[in-house]
């Protein structure tokens, strides 16, 4: 589960995930206050490569927090 938020007051922005470099799963947010709840369940986990970071990156300056929380299944 992930959620994002975006506090700045005009400009919205996109944010994307990325396995490394590499992206998988992008959201906009809209400005003051606009957010997403992202569920990644078992039927569409969020998967990302062995020893590669967990990258999240927006295409505007602004306010953007996020949270994720998940589970290892080995």
Avoid: R
Avoid at 2 to 7: C, V
Avoid at 36 to 63: E, H, R, Y
Wanted: some cysteine.
């Amino acid at each position: 589960l992930m959620t994002l938020s975006n506090s700045h007051g005009t400009t919205g922005t996109l944010v994307q995930i990325k396995d490394g470099t590499q992206m998988i799963h992008q959201v906009w947010l809209a400005p003051s206050g606009g957010g997403a709840v992202l569920n990644f369940g078992q039927k569409t986990p969020l998967c990302f490569s062995a020893n590669s970071a967990c990258v999240v990156t927006t295409d505007a300056s602004g306010n953007v927090y996020g949270s994720l929380v998940g589970w290892l299944e080995v």
